[in-house]
Nanobody
């Protein structure tokens, strides 16, 4: 069973940075192909795919709203995926969820567009203006 635990959320001022972490268990990054990424949901809004990675085709996807500011990365030895968020804006305020699909053979765009099988409980990011 895939389990995902997020951490790193918090309260920051606009322009500051945060790094979210997601510890994954139940699969290994060097096993079958997988997709993993970050989604967010702001109050009153639909869930949005922020950034996803696919080991199947080596692709990385970023939502237009975060391109150039957010970076997704993994530490395969730790089984952890990160989301480095720079130049945060008040509109980035949301609950951020880590998600994964294992095995997975689709692109990162597909994973971020249609969601994945396993989800963490989320971590709140609150950006003050």
């Amino acid at each position: 069973e895939v389990q995902l635990v997020e951490s790193g959320g918090g309260l920051v001022q606009a322009g500051e940075s945060l790094r979210l972490s997601c510890a994954a268990s139940g699969f290994t990054f060097d096993g079958y192909d997988y997709a993993i990424g970050w989604f967010r949901q702001a109050p009153g809004k639909e869930r949005e795919g922020v950034s996803c990675m696919s080991s199947s085709d080596g692709s990385t996807y970023y939502a237009d709203s975060v391109k150039g500011r957010f970076t997704i990365s993994t530490d395969n030895t730790k089984g952890t995926v990160y989301l480095q968020m720079n130049s945060l804006k008040p509109e980035d305020t949301a609950v951020y969820y880590c998600a994964a699909e294992y095995p997975s053979y689709g692109s990162s765009w597909y994973a971020c567009s249609y969601g994945m099988d396993s989800w963490g409980k989320g971590t709140l990011v609150n950006v003050l203006s």
